[in-house]
């Protein structure tokens, strides 16, 4: 199953589920829990804003997500966070293509 990433898709869950942009706390629940915002804002971070990314399946998403956190992380010479299957598994609820 396909996963379609960009701001469009973002911006159109949050508003699907009613969640504002600045309530952190409902973007963690939409987003798996705890950190789900910090995901999400990995998320915009690692699609340019006027494009769109495409996952062949939820493992080519993990991958790309984690190992944009990894690079970031290096970068600011911290340790990077582990992507939780929790987070995964919203993640991927919510970016699925429809089919």
């Not at 469009?8 to 942009?21: F, G, M, N, Y």
């Not at 990314?53 to 998403?61: L, Q, R, Y």
């Amino acid at each position: 199953m396909p996963f379609t990433l960009s701001h469009k898709v973002l911006d159109e869950v949050l508003q699907k589920h009613r969640v504002k942009p600045n309530d952190l706390a409902g973007i963690d629940r939409l987003f798996g829990g705890a950190d789900g915002y910090y995901w999400y804002h990995t998320m915009r971070h690692l699609c340019p804003r006027t494009e769109t990314i495409v996952w062949a399946n939820e493992e080519e998403m993990r991958a790309a997500l984690q190992d944009h956190e990894n690079e970031t992380a290096a970068e600011d010479e911290v340790k990077p966070q582990v992507l939780k299957e929790a987070h995964l598994t919203a993640i991927a609820r919510l970016l699925a293509a429809p089919g």
